[in-house]
């Protein structure tokens, strides 16, 4: 017998019953984003390899050890995105979309990373991104927060999340700060942990990420990240925190947040919660005003968020704010025995989708027993059994029975059931 292949680890199937609530969760953002205004742009999981290179950074973590990456026919270098971002800025810059223009785009799909699959960390994970080009001003960073914010009261996620929020400086800043920051840890170095000292001579602000707490002790007395900012950006910064202030969305000032990309600038923040262990960070972004240019294009400023979608259904899932009509995905089950019943179930089933194209309707096929079709009429989540025997299709009606409440079963004329239907389901 040959031997059965397996999903690859860490990449894994969405099944039946768990796709409802992927539906949910990508429809809700979606009508949050179209109240925005925001347009879908959709791009290849395939880019070169120097597309991520040199927007991500050559010594970040991502790019030294977690990209899935590999020559194709030509010898060509090619990478299964690890993030959307540089993606999505290659697509505007391609096609034109940048110069001179303004754009809010926002788009889905996987990701891949090779990392060590755990709970909400997975090696194909999904993301929802959003990004906004050609405008400087801190009032398009205000919108982005707030919309994260308007989508976590809608799924029922408010008071499981908190904001946290930086601001990294200008690019001269942040150098200036590095430096500092160097020269600090530098003295220091035989305290640092192993990952930490790596990261010393290759991404120094990633040290203020450290999970170590010798490390985190350390930094206490570190320099100080907004004690370097120029005058553009503090004013920037408080200009958002105003707009956040009026708008009551709370908030907490994390010096040491940098996030891991090497092209982010000014503001930078998080969503996290506790709800999930370690992997606490739901929602994530900032601003990249120096991208577009690092990747051959002229200078526009940029801001965006990723958000992810395993983790944020684990939270949906974890604190039971799945509302119940998600999973329910029929509400009519048609069933019939007897001589013509298939023929006049499915003409039936038709019927009704063709006049209430907002019902779900399951039409039962492969025959059997009534009693048989019940059994799978009930499993189908179905509110209503429609039943058709010889009698109803002879008379041209239908036996309706009440899968869920009390209402137990009536027979009524077909050319009722569309009435019916609507003042008991709609």
Known sequence: MAKKIQAIRGMNDILPTQSPVWQYLEGTVKEVLAGYGYDEIRM???????????????????????MYTFEDRNGDSLTLRPEGTASCVRACEEH?????????????????????PQKGRYRQFYQIGV???GIATPDIDAELILMTARLWEQLGLADSVTLQLNTLGSNEARARYRDALVDYLSARKDQLDEDSKRRLETNPLRVLDSKNPETQALLADAPELHDYLDDESRSDF?????VLDAAGVKYEINQR?????????KTVFEWVTDKLGAQGTVCAGGRYDGLVEQL???PTPAVGFAMGVERLILMLETLEVIPAEVMQTVDLYVCGVGEGASLASLMLSDSLRAEQPWL???THCGGGSFKSQMKKADKSGALFALLLGETEIAEKQVTVKDLRGEAGQQTIAQSELGQWLTDNLS
């Open 238 to 242: 408080d200009a958002l925190r105003a």
């Open 44 to 66: 290849p999981v395939l880019e070169q390899t120097a597309l991520f290179k040199r927007s991500i950074g050559e010594v970040t973590d991502i790019v030294e050890k977690e």
């Open 257 to 265: 947040l940098v996030r891991g990309l090497d092209y982010y600038c």
């Open 131 to 133: 990004e906004t080009f």
């Open 360 to 362: 779900r309707v399951q």
């Open 96 to 116: 034109g979309l940048l110069y001179n223009q303004t754009q809010r785009l926002w788009y889905t799909g996987p990701m891949f990373r090779h990392e060590r």
């Open 296 to 298: 051959g294009g002229k």
